[in-house]
């Protein structure tokens, strides 16, 4: 039914688009016999498991309707045949009456019962018992109604199972028409669904080439907007610029500010942005034009895997290689706070190299959320590299979340701000201040300038790694050609087990 009001629908449509203009014809294909016949013989309300019955429609199968009529109306059964059974033996003071030892019987007074005893009456009435006021007799239609009324309901549930596995068995004969016309309408539900929520939610329709930009205007989280809407709030549209159509703009945008400012929303919005415009919908912003992104690597949130021996902070890193070592210039790159779990210089240190391998060596497209401020000074030596900070203000002493982002560097962190709202006791709030203000009056800045006058880039660090490698990576390339030569599939046991000697004994020689 849903499959034929779909067609009656799009039928009238000027225009469709290819991938559903496709649907439709397979819908326009799909064969009539099955549908009418399950239309014919299925209830309009079905019942969640077969075995509860009822899901055949009341005159499909007129033995299933006597039988369910004996099920659930028996005393109209028994009440019809006790006026059939008066007026046979000419009494209106027979009934029809039903005990645990007789089972249904007929009883008459004992003036009528001696009648009944007698031609032409015992043809039909069978004495059964005689008591001081009363006799009793039974029929043989009123023996077989009996029996049939005790297993009405079995044979009931038993009628409508057959029919279900004849229906059944039609269907699975149509499997391959079935799986077409589901197919068809998940496209068409999957796509009247983006188009309903991109009205709705007023989207728009993005650009992909082939080149390496990416430009978001007015980007925006779609799920936090739509929870904010039900709160009569708004979202605060950003946007995101990381490449042009040449890429002749930065790559990689590093992002400071407070927590609960919006780093790690705007990180995921743009990163959803993303899946959607290549899955084909329509996206949460005013303008989106973006290069193909061959793979979306997102590095976020606090998780262990305590069960296999690892750390929040192994967890952490063990992802972060992943990414630098799968990462292309075509793919898109979101980390949130690298470098967060572990000692403060050890971390900086490690969330440096990964900004530094991001920009010289995977050439990515990425952002990179961070409380590590020090990391702003190395837009001054990475060409591909801006700064973006999410606006925030004070009043009256406490932080007010603005939810803007711009070019620049948070000044701090505002994390005692954050810890007041958070409901720190005052006394640990003051305590935190005295100690902020006595570690900023340290200089912080001046070991991160030195940094960057000292220690090398890693453009240089790739070099000498690179130099010092050479001879070693001539000899690897040996042996990768040697292994590409060898077929294991037209090799013997015995083969098989002498070349691996050979390799193993020319690694050692080497070694």
């Known amino acids: 039914m849903a499959a034929r009001e779909t067609v009656d629908i799009l039928s009238g449509l000027d225009a469709l688009p290819d991938e559903m203009s496709q649907a439709l014809a397979t819908l326009k294909r799909l064969p009539g016999s099955l549908e009418n016949r399950l239309g014919t013989a299925l209830s309009e309300d079905l019942p969640l498991n077969k075995r509860d019955g009822g899901f055949v ?21 028994i009440a019809s045949m006790q006026a059939r059974y008066c007026e046979l033996a000419e009494t209106k003071q027979l009934k029809v009456k039903h005990n ?54 079995d044979r009931a549930l038993a009628f409508e199972l057959a029919i279900f596995d004849d229906l059944a068995g039609a269907a699975l004969a149509a499997t391959d028409e079935l799986k077409a016309a589901s197919d068809a309408l998940a496209t068409m539900d999957v796509a009247a669904s983006l188009a ?17 930009a990416f430009q978001i205007e007015g980007g925006r989280h779609p799920v936090v907007e739509a929870a904010l809407r039900t709160r009569g709030q708004a979202f605060v549209a950003n946007d995101c610029q990381l490449a042009d159509n040449a890429g002749a703009t930065a790559q990689i945008a590093v ?47 606090a998780a262990d895997d305590l069960a296999r021996g690892r750390s929040t902070f192994m967890v952490e890193m063990v992802e972060t290689a992943a990414i630098l070592n799968q990462a292309t210039p075509r793919s898109l790159v979101i980390l ?36 590590f401020h020090e990391l702003t000074k190395l837009s001054g030596k990475l060409a591909r590299l801006i700064n973006l900070t999410v606006r925030v203000t004070e ?30 006791p005052a006394a640990v709030v003051e305590r935190a201040r005295t100690l902020l203000a006595e570690l900023e009056a340290g200089e912080r ?15 240089s ?27 294991p599939d037209d090799m013997s046991p015995r083969d098989a087990l002498e070349a691996l000697y050979a390799l193993k004994k020319r690694r050692t020689l080497e070694t």
């Open 57 to 77: 429609r009341l005159g499909f199968e007129p033995q299933l309707d006597d039988t369910r009529a004996l099920r659930d109306e028996s005393r109209r059964v």
């Open 100 to 153: 645990n030892f007789l089972g249904y019987f007929v009883e008459v007074s004992q003036v009528h019962g001696e009648k009944l005893l007698k031609a032409p009456f015992n043809e039909t009435f069978i004495h059964r018992q005689t008591m001081a006021d009363a006799m009793r007799f039974s029929t043989t239609e009123l023996n077989e109604i009996e029996a049939k009324i005790a297993s009405a309901a």
């Open 196 to 212: 309903e929520v991109a009205v709705m939610r007023d989207w728009v329709r993005p650009i992909i080439d082939e080149s390496v």
């Open 255 to 301: 992002i400071t500010g407070p927590n609960m400012a919006g780093k790690s929303t705007y990180l995921r919005q743009n990163a959803l942005i993303v899946v959607l415009a290549q899955m084909g919908a329509y996206v949460p912003a005013r303008t989106a034009r973006m290069g193909i992104v061959d793979r979306l690597f997102s590095r976020v949130g």
């Open 336 to 371: 949130d706070e690298i470098g967060r779990g572990t000692a403060t210089f050890d971390g900086l240190s490690i969330a440096w190299a990964t900004v530094e391998h991001l920009h010289e060596a995977n050439k990515s497209r990425a952002l990179f959320a961070t409380h």
């Open 395 to 424: 009043w009256n002493g406490d932080v007010v979340f603005l939810h803007e982002v711009v070019q620049g560097a948070a000044d701090r962190s505002y994390g005692i701000q954050v810890a007041k709202l958070a409901g720190l």
């Open 445 to 459: 800045s001046a070991p991160v300038e030195k940094m960057m006058d000292d220690l090398p880039l890693f453009a």
């Open 461 to 487: 660090v790739m070099q000498a790694t690179a130099k010092a490698g050479h001879g070693a990576g001539s000899a690897k390339d040996e042996l990768r050609a040697e292994l590409d030569a060898i077929d």
